[in-house]
């Protein structure tokens, strides 16, 4: 396993990292077959795993499996998201955050974590109350490293803005979505991380699914979430995958091994999360470790899907409140002809 430095923290962690969301037992597993998995992964050289207070109990099934094996793992986790009908126990506050991180060092049987990242922006707390607790994090030492996920690019710079305005710790790390399919963050927002030294984590390598292989145009499928989300059923993205798929089988390689090879390639991506659910989706991913991606692939990739675009997008993808909100986008209806 060749490691990649998190940024300019010094932390090393591998090209591919496991994402615990499957790994929650309301996804299914058992807490013990989600433990063979996170060792398997352990042992296979993947040192980072991320997870989430809002991932159902994955910080639990994350903290049990590690016993013993903490001190080998980049542990990252994250906050922010709704935990609970209390409007408090959700966003980038203070009050919320100090509650948080005890929750969630409970809960992963740690003393510390390595990485603790804001998981939504939060549009009612102002970054430097965030960035003010979480740098008290830092100075206790229950946190080691701290960054964010879902942020527009405005927003990450604006944080490290204030960051070094206010002498505060800046986001170190950023978690957007990146595949093959959803290129958008190569205009911008990696060009931004990079100017900052940021690490990258993407999340969602395999298209949500839909880069498996388990979803083809024009065929049934058996993936429970097909019927559930709108992106695993979107024309144009299924149609391009049809596409990708004669690629990778051009070049000799499965489909998801292409995909996982592509989103690491990128200078700007320090590793990208996977988020097998058995010990059979983690082995085929791990057999695709050794996978190079030549100029010429990349090239026929990039005829496919140009560079810096999207093909749809993802249910999970953040909306900001300018696009959620139509009273933001919208005059009051007196003031909106020229008259």
Do not use: C
């Not at 998995?37 to 997870?51: M, P, Q, R, S």
């Not at 990696?190 to 395999?206: D, I, N």
């Amino acid at each position: 396993m060749q490691y990649r430095t998190l940024g300019r923290t010094g932390i090393k962690v591998s090209p591919y990292g496991l994402g615990t969301l499957m790994l929650a037992t309301a996804m299914g597993n058992a807490p013990e077959d989600s433990a063979r998995v996170i060792h398997k992964a352990l042992d296979a050289g993947i040192n980072l795993i991320d997870t989430a207070d809002a991932y159902g109990d994955s910080e639990e099934v994350v903290g049990q499996a590690l016993k013993g094996r903490r001190d080998d793992v980049v542990l990252a986790t994250k906050f922010g998201r709704p935990t609970g009908q209390d409007p408090n126990r959700r966003g980038g506050s203070r009050r919320w955050i100090v509650a948080a991180v005890e929750n969630s060092l409970r809960r992963l049987r740690t003393d510390h974590i390595d990485l603790y990242q804001l998981h939504f922006p939060d549009p009612d707390t102002e970054v430097e109350e965030t960035l003010s607790a979480l740098t008290d994090l830092l100075r206790s030492g229950k946190v080691r490293a701290i960054g964010a996920s879902h942020t527009p690019t405005a927003d990450i710079v604006e944080a490290q803005w204030v960051a070094e305005r206010r002498g505060l710790a800046r986001f170190s790390t950023e978690q957007p979505h990146y595949s093959l399919l959803n290129r958008g963050i190569e205009r911008e927002l990696l060009p931004v991380t990079q100017r900052f030294g940021m690490g990258t984590l993407v999340w969602g390598p395999l298209g949500q699914g839909l880069l498996t292989g388990r979803v083809r145009a024009g065929q049934d499928n058996t993936l429970l979430r097909a019927g559930l989300m709108g992106h695993l059923n979107d024309e144009r993205r299924l149609e391009t995958v049809e596409r990708l798929i004669v690629l990778a089988g051009e070049a000799g390689l499965p489909i998801t091994h292409l995909a996982m090879a592509f989103t690491i390639a990128h200078p700007g991506v320090t590793s990208a999360l996977i988020g097998a659910r058995t010990m059979d989706h983690l082995d085929g991913l791990l057999s695709g470790l050794d996978v190079t991606l030549t100029d010429d692939l990349l090239d026929r990739i990039d005829e496919i899907v140009p560079p810096g675009s999207d093909v749809g997008t993802l249910d999970q993808a953040y909306r900001p409140p300018a696009i959620e909100n139509p009273s933001l986008r919208r005059r009051p209806l007196t003031t909106r002809d020229a008259a």
